[in-house]
């Protein structure tokens, strides 16, 4: 047992954590929000140079050979600063299928763009009807002739207006939640026959709704086999949840972290309210619950390389642990920073509001509670 | 003791139901967020009811009160609520109305009472200030005396809808040397008189619904003071009791329910409603169990009164327990969108100006920003933090 890491790992938090820090500031990124195109490519551009990007691919597959772990420390650091960058969509999620499904070719073709960081991607998972069960899918993908052709609606793509590529699921045979018949697509999002709806998010990003009508693909655009997508998209999917907990674990590390200076600073009754035991002791269960999230974040993470049903119940149970400790951090950060913390000009506001959709990314808490249920 | 209503209390349901079926404005109905409401929208029902002789039913008949008794009120707001109309604004009909017809003189009594009960005049309160909060008697701002004027100074915030305010109150420091809750006097403002100045404070869910307002050098006359000077502390606390009483919004939240049920039925987990999931349903009805209670205890309230009783400390139990339920609607509401819930006002961005169509379907989009927005709740009208510590001190006598 081992809870330290690595002096390269120590490296790469403080190098983050200083590129945060100083070109990530509040007003910068209130800014970066507001403007035409919703995000910062320039760091984007810097986190390539860093070496980010290419962190959790093979030295083989033209990256950095980290993993599961370096992948949290990067999350953690995003969450603190509220980085609004598609790390999860694009390294993560593209990362993960091309990993753990791609073919040699496709794998040439796509990694050294992310690692370089000119392929930027999102993952085309939910539709209007299919809540959080990624079986459950409208869109479809027919044989015609080598290749494919797509048709549906995909629901609020995180990440969307800046890909230069899709990772998309389609069913290719089967009925609709049946475990069988899914299949996962990359395509370029230029393809003709692919059309999105653009607008900004609650917590400050970018999605759209993406159309797919009569989009032909070629036989190398399926990753995995046909049919056989479901466990691939639920590993990518379990990687990806492991990462989102890891960012809420900073953004609630910030946020705790705030409502404590505050209560320090604003004086009510001749003395600060952080001097009130009633609001003292709030503030040690919102730091009791981080902690707790923290421990499910590492257990989540630790176990993303165990056999299924491990993995599985470690992600779920960080999933509704770190979710039920979002909410309850979000709440009370904003409740002790009173009328200023329902302000727009407040951080608290902007950390309350991420850590609220959080919730609704990859299945909520209810949704991972029956999860562990049907798996214990 | 029965809950029954009696054919007297049947027949006047129908009354105000039909009334309103016949008499509300369409284009007001289920509005989603009040920030895209105009000054008249505000108050086109208000106007209404003016003319009806029902605007301010709890007030005394002389005033221009219904002489409705507390059940009738009851049924009159549940018809209300059924309707998702939009209310007049408490400003002047919970707050300084009944200020004014308490400890107002005859001239204040008729220059300002029959505008709040038209729906003319629109009022705004000047009570917190930013180092004035939880902690309102340390408020600064200063009334000083000069001939027949005050002349005011110092800066008020989350003035609700100040913007569109003919009138304000405001809490003033008149003695400098007193103890913080004395020296306090209770002042009606022209809002359009000079030096007042109302700025907008952007909200997290992205509308603009309350204001810092400054006041510089603003000369008032005298005969704007009620009742007397340096007791405004009693008309305040007055006030605010009053303000709790409203704050339940029990209606409105059985109202919330029926919504959230009907939307909990339109999306589906498991190829099912998410209405039949267990897991869902449970909490939907842990709150409505939560609102039956509070239901009870409001009319139990409302009973006392009809017996002569003031609304009291316990008044605080409305003001937390519906804010809570409020807030937990919201919040269960936002769980049933699902994914929908990121999209801001359904992709419709304010700052661009767009006015297309909402992804999604039509009931998420101001899921996630009612949920942000009602978080000030518990913050506002004495936190519920303020409520707890008067339950303490004026009921358990700790």
New interface residues.
Partial sequence: MDFNFTEEQDMVRDGLSRLVREQYDWETRRKAI?SGAGWRPEVWAQLAELGILGMPFSEADGGFGGGAVDAMIIMQEFGKGLVIEPFVPTVVCAGGFLKHGGTAAQKEEHIGGIVAGSSVFAFAY?E??????YA?LETTAKKDGAGYVLNGHK??V?GAPWASHLVVTARTGGE??DRSGVSVFVLPKDTPGVTT?D?????GRR?S?VYLENVSVGAGALIGAEGEGLALIELVTDEAIAALCAEACGAMKVAHAMTVEYSRQR????VP?GS?Q??QHRMVDMYTAYEQALSLTYLATLRLGSDEVERKKAVSAAKVGVGQAA?LIG?EA??IH??N?????YAI??F??RL??F??EFG?V?HH??RHVALS | MNLEFTPEEQAFREEVRSFIAENYPKHLADFGMREDMSREDFLAWHKILGKKGWSVPAWPVEYGGTGWTPTQRYIWSEENARASTVMPLPFGVSMVGPVIYTFGNAEQKAKHLPGIVSGDVWWCQGYSEPGAGSDLASLKTTAVRDGDHYVINGQKTWTTLAQHADWGFFLCRTDPTAKAQEGISFILVDMKTPGVEVKPIKLLDGGYEVNETWLTDVRVPVENLVGVENKGWTYAKFLLAHERSGIAGVARSKRGIEKLREIAANETLDGAPLIKDFDFAKKVSQLEIDLAALEITELRTLAGEQAGKGPGPESSILKIKGTEIQQRLTELTLEAVGTYSAPYMGGVSNDNGSNEHPVGPDYAQHAAATYFNMRKTSIYGGSNEIQRNIITKMILGL
């Fill in positions: 507001a939910a209007p009807k299919g809540r959080y069960d459950d629901a609020v995180i609709r939640r709806r607008y900004v998010t609650v917590d999605a709704e004086k009510q009754f001749g309210i009130f009633v609001l909410r709440q904003v409740q009173g009328g913390g329902v302000t727009d000009e506001g902007h309350f509001k609220t959709i919730d609704s909520n209810d509670l029956k």
